[in-house]
């Protein structure tokens, strides 16, 4: 997140330099650069945060397995032995 608002006060370094370029007889490529670099910069901000909200689902998706992992053995080891008591149940019937 912190390389990505880096990048974000890049872009607005190389606008104020962009808008040191023009005169202020040319307003009209000044202010559609400025729409272009908040247009881009709004892209990248939104995919960023996207990144790190998926980044944290996975993250509590991970954390959420490796709790859950042995309650899951524990059942299915259950499961197991109770399949094992009907198989001989019906064996033997």
Same mark, same amino acid.
Request: charged fraction near 25%; glycine fraction near 2%.
């Given at each position: ?19 040191? !370029? ?20 709004? !892209?990248? @901000? ?10 944290? !689902? ?5 954390? *959420?397995?490796?709790?859950? @992992? ?16 009907? *198989?001989?149940?019906?064996?033997? !019937?």
């Amino acid at each position: 997140m912190k390389a990505s608002l880096l990048f974000l006060l890049a872009c607005v370094a190389v606008l104020a330099v962009g808008a040191r !370029a023009y005169t202020p007889t040319e307003p009209e490529p000044l202010v559609q650069k400025v729409q272009e670099y908040t247009q881009k910069a709004s !892209a990248m @901000a939104k995919s960023a945060l996207g990144m790190v909200r998926e980044s944290e !689902a996975a993250q509590h998706a991970r954390q *959420w397995l490796a709790d859950n @992992a042995e309650l899951a053995k524990q059942r299915l080891d259950w499961l197991k032995e109770q399949l094992q008591e009907l *198989w001989q149940r019906a064996r033997t !019937a």
